[in-house]
């Protein structure tokens, strides 16, 4: 197995080491907490899948840990960063754009781009010439088996394409980080699997830290860690060995 060579940061194997997250919203007069003193950290090279019902916090959780969302109180110490939130909002979003890739269930691809356009765009954004640009769009889309769908705009493609296009403009950059909040849940077993083993490989494979947020317990078998959130608050956290081959049948 081809194992990950990854210069790690100052935090060593840890990618994030977030500690006592906590993060209100308004609701009329009163606030609600939604993140409860919240400690969370994930490793370079692990799949790290957070699970718990809809409304726990996962995506705010996620956006807090990401610079998307500041939080009330709390810290997000990550790669070479002492307290991501102490950084200005430009550093923020620079840390983001260099370091970080992000998949979502609704795809958010740009409709008038085609698929090749999707991933040279951050590409471009970072930095490349437009000729490294395009080649590195190229090989990841056909890292993730798009070779052949190129040139093909987001309303020609299914579902599981959109999805791997997402991906690979995620994977481009090889993020040290990359954040998936429920890749699977609008794909059929067979994509949810094309997925799902994309996510493992860039863990495995480029020593990225891979935060999946996920309802689907069936991914469960690709982790290598288990974290359940409840009402804002971490309930159960387990590591476990991942079967890379497994499979997300249909039956
Ligand atoms: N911008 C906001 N303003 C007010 N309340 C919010 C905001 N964003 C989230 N919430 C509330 O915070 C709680 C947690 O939301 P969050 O999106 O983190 O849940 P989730 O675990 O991702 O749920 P789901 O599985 O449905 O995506 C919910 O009760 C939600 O209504
Ligand atoms: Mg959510």
Do not use: Y
């Amino acid at each position: 197995m081809t194992g990950h060579t990854r210069v790690h940061g100052k935090h060593g194997d840890f990618a994030i080491e977030a500690k006592g997250l906590v993060k209100r919203f308004k609701s009329g007069k009163s606030f609600v907490e939604v993140l409860k003193n919240v400690d969370f950290d994930a490793r370079h090279g692990d799949l790290t899948m957070v699970m718990g019902p809809s409304g726990s916090g996962k995506s705010t959780l996620i956006a807090a840990l990401s610079g998307l969302l500041r939080p009330e109180e709390g810290r997000v110490d990550t790669l070479d960063v002492d307290d991501l939130w102490k950084l200005s909002g430009s550093r923020i979003d620079k840390f983001r754009l260099d370091h970080c890739g992000f998949i979502f269930q609704g795809f958010n691809l740009f409709p008038a781009l085609s698929a090749i356009q999707q991933v040279e765009v951050v590409l471009k954004f970072q930095g490349l010439s437009k000729a490294d640009a395009r080649r590195q769009a190229q090989i990841t889309l056909e890292e993730v088996g798009l070779g052949h769908r190129l040139h093909q705009k987001p309303s020609a493609l299914s579902g599981g394409e959109k999805q791997r296009v997402a991906i690979a403009r995620a994977l481009a950059k090889n993020p040290q980080i990359l954040f998936a909040d429920e890749p699977t849940s609008a794909l059929d077993g067979e994509n949810g699997q094309v997925v799902i083993r994309l996510l493992r490989r860039a863990a495995t494979e480029h020593g990225a830290a891979v935060i999946c947020v996920t309802h689907d317990p069936r991914l469960e078998a690709w982790a290598d860690r288990v974290i359940h959130i409840e009402d804002g608050v971490i309930i159960d956290d387990q590591r476990r060995i991942p079967n890379p081959d497994a499979t997300l049948a249909s039956h």
